[in-house]
Protein backbone atom coordinates (compact mmCIF):
# COMPACT_ATOMS: atom_id res chain seq x y z
CA UNK A 1 0.00 0.00 0.00
CA UNK A 2 1.34 3.46 -1.14
CA UNK A 3 1.76 6.20 1.26
CA UNK A 4 -0.40 8.66 -0.89
CA UNK A 5 -2.52 7.80 -3.80
CA UNK A 6 -2.25 10.84 -6.32
CA UNK A 7 -5.54 10.79 -9.07
CA UNK A 8 -4.33 12.70 -12.14
CA UNK A 9 -5.49 14.07 -15.72
CA UNK A 10 -2.37 14.42 -17.54
CA UNK A 11 -3.63 17.48 -19.40
CA UNK A 12 -4.65 19.54 -16.24
CA UNK A 13 -1.37 21.85 -15.75
CA UNK A 14 -2.74 22.44 -11.86
CA UNK A 15 -2.35 18.62 -11.60
CA UNK A 16 0.98 19.10 -12.89
CA UNK A 17 2.26 21.57 -11.10
CA UNK A 18 0.72 20.00 -7.44
CA UNK A 19 2.49 16.33 -8.91
CA UNK A 20 6.69 18.42 -8.86
CA UNK A 21 5.55 19.28 -5.54
CA UNK A 22 4.95 16.09 -4.14
CA UNK A 23 7.95 14.64 -6.50
CA UNK A 24 10.30 16.83 -4.36
CA UNK A 25 9.03 16.11 -1.07
CA UNK A 26 9.33 12.43 -1.83
CA UNK A 27 13.00 12.96 -2.22
CA UNK A 28 13.07 14.28 0.98
CA UNK A 29 10.86 11.82 2.71
CA UNK A 30 10.82 8.04 3.10
CA UNK A 31 7.35 7.61 1.19
CA UNK A 32 5.84 6.00 -1.60
CA UNK A 33 2.77 7.35 -4.22
CA UNK A 34 0.68 5.17 -6.38
CA UNK A 35 -0.27 7.39 -9.46
CA UNK A 36 -3.99 6.61 -10.45
CA UNK A 37 -6.37 8.37 -12.94
CA UNK A 38 -8.89 10.55 -13.23
CA UNK A 39 -10.52 11.81 -16.36
CA UNK A 40 -12.10 15.24 -16.72
CA UNK A 41 -13.53 14.48 -20.23
CA UNK A 42 -15.37 11.41 -18.27
CA UNK A 43 -15.85 13.68 -15.24
CA UNK A 44 -17.67 16.37 -17.52
CA UNK A 45 -19.35 13.81 -19.54
CA UNK A 46 -22.79 15.21 -18.96
CA UNK A 47 -21.51 18.91 -19.60
CA UNK A 48 -22.31 20.92 -22.35
CA UNK A 49 -18.90 21.99 -23.52
CA UNK A 50 -20.11 24.93 -25.35
CA UNK A 51 -22.13 26.58 -22.64
CA UNK A 52 -19.56 25.81 -19.47
CA UNK A 53 -15.91 25.74 -20.91
CA UNK A 54 -13.65 28.39 -23.13
CA UNK A 55 -13.39 26.99 -26.86
CA UNK A 56 -10.82 24.06 -26.66
CA UNK A 57 -11.60 22.51 -23.53
CA UNK A 58 -13.61 19.79 -25.00
CA UNK A 59 -10.38 19.23 -27.12
CA UNK A 60 -8.48 19.56 -24.61
CA UNK A 61 -10.03 16.56 -22.20
CA UNK A 62 -10.50 14.28 -24.83
CA UNK A 63 -6.79 14.68 -25.18
CA UNK A 64 -5.99 13.62 -21.62
CA UNK A 65 -8.56 10.91 -21.88
CA UNK A 66 -6.46 9.23 -24.72
CA UNK A 67 -3.06 9.75 -22.89
CA UNK A 68 -4.90 7.78 -19.95
CA UNK A 69 -5.86 5.28 -22.17
CA UNK A 70 -2.20 4.67 -22.99
CA UNK A 71 -1.28 4.61 -19.59
CA UNK A 72 -4.04 2.06 -19.26
CA UNK A 73 -2.65 -0.26 -21.76
CA UNK A 74 1.27 0.52 -20.29
CA UNK A 75 0.22 -0.45 -16.70
CA UNK A 76 -1.68 -3.71 -17.89
CA UNK A 77 1.14 -4.60 -19.35
CA UNK A 78 3.98 -3.43 -17.61
CA UNK A 79 2.44 -2.53 -13.91
CA UNK A 80 1.56 0.58 -12.01
CA UNK A 81 5.29 0.88 -10.88
CA UNK A 82 6.03 2.96 -14.77
CA UNK A 83 2.92 5.44 -14.62
CA UNK A 84 4.94 7.72 -12.29
CA UNK A 85 7.72 7.89 -14.94
CA UNK A 86 4.83 8.10 -17.42
CA UNK A 87 3.42 10.87 -16.10
CA UNK A 88 6.65 12.69 -15.73
CA UNK A 89 7.18 12.44 -19.41
CA UNK A 90 3.83 13.55 -20.54
CA UNK A 91 3.89 16.49 -18.15
CA UNK A 92 7.15 18.11 -19.25
CA UNK A 93 6.35 17.37 -22.76
CA UNK A 94 3.13 19.11 -22.17
CA UNK A 95 3.54 21.69 -19.66
CA UNK A 96 7.76 22.44 -19.57
CA UNK A 97 7.83 22.43 -23.30
CA UNK A 98 7.84 25.87 -25.03
CA UNK A 99 4.41 26.95 -26.27
CA UNK A 100 2.78 24.35 -29.34
CA UNK A 101 3.32 20.79 -27.68
CA UNK A 102 0.01 20.66 -26.79
CA UNK A 103 -1.76 21.52 -30.00
CA UNK A 104 0.83 18.51 -31.22
CA UNK A 105 -1.22 16.48 -28.48
CA UNK A 106 -4.67 17.64 -29.73
CA UNK A 107 -3.85 16.40 -33.17
CA UNK A 108 -1.95 14.00 -33.56
CA UNK A 109 -2.05 12.17 -30.21
CA UNK A 110 -1.01 8.88 -31.05
CA UNK A 111 1.89 10.76 -32.61
CA UNK A 112 2.49 12.49 -29.70
CA UNK A 113 2.44 9.68 -27.23
CA UNK A 114 4.77 6.97 -29.29
CA UNK A 115 8.22 9.08 -28.77
CA UNK A 116 7.20 9.34 -25.16
CA UNK A 117 7.03 5.59 -24.58
CA UNK A 118 10.14 4.70 -26.70
CA UNK A 119 11.91 7.12 -24.25
CA UNK A 120 11.02 5.72 -21.48
CA UNK A 121 11.84 2.08 -23.29
CA UNK A 122 8.22 0.65 -23.41
CA UNK A 123 6.50 -0.37 -26.94
CA UNK A 124 5.80 2.24 -28.84
CA UNK A 125 2.90 0.16 -30.60
CA UNK A 126 1.13 1.20 -27.28
CA UNK A 127 0.56 4.81 -28.28
CA UNK A 128 -2.32 3.09 -30.45
CA UNK A 129 -4.07 2.75 -27.29
CA UNK A 130 -5.18 6.30 -27.45
CA UNK A 131 -8.33 5.05 -29.86
CA UNK A 132 -8.96 2.05 -27.49
CA UNK A 133 -12.29 2.91 -25.66
CA UNK A 134 -12.28 -0.27 -23.77
CA UNK A 135 -10.18 1.51 -21.56
CA UNK A 136 -12.77 3.68 -20.69
CA UNK A 137 -14.47 1.68 -18.39
CA UNK A 138 -11.33 0.77 -15.93
CA UNK A 139 -10.65 4.76 -16.42
CA UNK A 140 -14.28 5.58 -15.23
CA UNK A 141 -14.14 3.42 -12.50
CA UNK A 142 -11.45 5.47 -10.96
CA UNK A 143 -12.16 8.11 -11.36
CA UNK A 144 -15.35 7.52 -9.70
CA UNK A 145 -13.45 6.01 -6.98
CA UNK A 146 -11.65 9.23 -6.64
CA UNK A 147 -15.05 11.11 -6.52
CA UNK A 148 -16.38 8.70 -3.99
CA UNK A 149 -13.52 10.28 -1.73
CA UNK A 150 -14.13 13.89 -1.99
CA UNK A 151 -17.44 14.24 -3.43
CA UNK A 152 -18.49 15.20 -7.00
CA UNK A 153 -17.57 19.37 -6.63
CA UNK A 154 -14.06 18.83 -7.49
CA UNK A 155 -11.48 18.60 -10.07
CA UNK A 156 -7.61 17.69 -10.40
CA UNK A 157 -5.12 16.67 -8.40
CA UNK A 158 -7.51 14.65 -5.55
CA UNK A 159 -4.67 13.03 -3.69
CA UNK A 160 -5.25 10.27 -1.17
CA UNK A 161 -3.24 10.65 2.14
CA UNK A 162 -2.14 7.47 4.06
CA UNK A 163 -4.70 5.43 2.37
CA UNK A 164 -7.14 3.52 2.33
CA UNK A 165 -8.20 5.28 5.58
CA UNK A 166 -6.96 8.34 5.27
CA UNK A 167 -8.37 11.73 3.94
CA UNK A 168 -8.37 12.46 0.11
CA UNK A 169 -8.61 16.00 -0.77
CA UNK A 170 -8.69 18.07 -3.97
CA UNK A 171 -5.75 19.96 -4.35
CA UNK A 172 -3.66 21.61 -2.94
CA UNK A 173 -3.94 23.72 -6.20
CA UNK A 174 -0.36 25.59 -6.63
CA UNK A 175 0.46 28.01 -9.18
CA UNK A 176 4.54 27.73 -8.94
CA UNK A 177 7.07 25.64 -6.56
CA UNK A 178 8.55 27.18 -3.67
CA UNK A 179 12.39 26.18 -2.35
CA UNK A 180 12.90 22.21 -0.86
CA UNK A 181 12.13 23.46 2.17
CA UNK A 182 9.26 25.50 2.27
CA UNK A 183 7.83 22.63 0.04
CA UNK A 184 8.12 19.74 3.09
CA UNK A 185 6.77 22.63 5.24
CA UNK A 186 3.69 22.63 3.09
CA UNK A 187 3.57 19.12 3.04
CA UNK A 188 3.13 18.96 6.94
CA UNK A 189 0.64 21.39 6.89
CA UNK A 190 -1.65 19.77 4.34
CA UNK A 191 -0.94 16.26 5.88
CA UNK A 192 -1.98 17.76 9.06
CA UNK A 193 -5.43 19.09 7.56
CA UNK A 194 -5.99 15.32 6.13
CA UNK A 195 -5.98 14.08 9.72
CA UNK A 196 -8.75 16.14 11.00
CA UNK A 197 -11.84 14.48 10.11
CA UNK A 198 -14.04 17.86 10.21
CA UNK A 199 -11.78 19.40 7.91
CA UNK A 200 -13.98 19.93 4.81
CA UNK A 201 -12.42 23.11 2.90
CA UNK A 202 -10.16 26.27 2.03
CA UNK A 203 -10.44 27.83 -1.18
CA UNK A 204 -10.29 31.04 -3.44
CA UNK A 205 -10.68 31.35 -7.16
CA UNK A 206 -7.87 34.25 -7.46
CA UNK A 207 -4.80 32.00 -9.09
CA UNK A 208 -1.61 33.08 -10.68
CA UNK A 209 -0.77 31.77 -14.39
CA UNK A 210 0.82 28.67 -13.62
CA UNK A 211 4.62 29.30 -13.76
CA UNK A 212 4.87 26.95 -16.64
CA UNK A 213 6.75 27.29 -20.01
CA UNK A 214 3.66 26.42 -22.38
CA UNK A 215 2.19 28.98 -20.36
CA UNK A 216 4.68 31.68 -21.44
CA UNK A 217 5.84 31.77 -17.82
CA UNK A 218 9.36 31.11 -17.11
CA UNK A 219 11.26 29.61 -13.81
CA UNK A 220 11.25 32.94 -12.03
CA UNK A 221 8.36 34.69 -13.02
CA UNK A 222 5.49 34.98 -11.02
CA UNK A 223 2.18 34.95 -13.38
CA UNK A 224 -0.54 37.35 -13.52
CA UNK A 225 -3.10 36.50 -11.18
CA UNK A 226 -6.72 36.28 -12.57
CA UNK A 227 -10.00 34.66 -11.01
CA UNK A 228 -10.61 31.17 -12.17
CA UNK A 229 -13.27 29.10 -12.13
CA UNK A 230 -13.56 24.80 -11.27
CA UNK A 231 -10.10 24.78 -13.23
CA UNK A 232 -10.71 27.11 -16.03
CA UNK A 233 -10.29 30.90 -16.36
CA UNK A 234 -12.99 33.09 -16.43
CA UNK A 235 -13.82 34.97 -19.21
CA UNK A 236 -13.88 39.23 -19.40
CA UNK A 237 -17.45 39.04 -18.51
CA UNK A 238 -16.47 37.27 -15.27
CA UNK A 239 -18.76 34.21 -16.78
Given at each position: ?87 A ?49 E ?65 R ?22 D ?10 G?
Amino acid sequence: MADLDFYFDPVCPFAWMTSKWVREVSRQRDYSVDWKFISLRLLNAEIDYASHFPAGYERGHTAGLELLRVAAAVRKDHGSEVIGSLYAAYGAEIFDSPPGRQADLHRDPEGFAAPILEGLGLPVDLASAVFDTAFDTEIQAETDRALSLTGRDVGTPILHFEPPEGMALFGPVISRLMNPDEAVAMWDHVVALSRFGGFAELKRSLREVPQLRSFGIEEGVVGAQEDWQQGHRRDAAGS
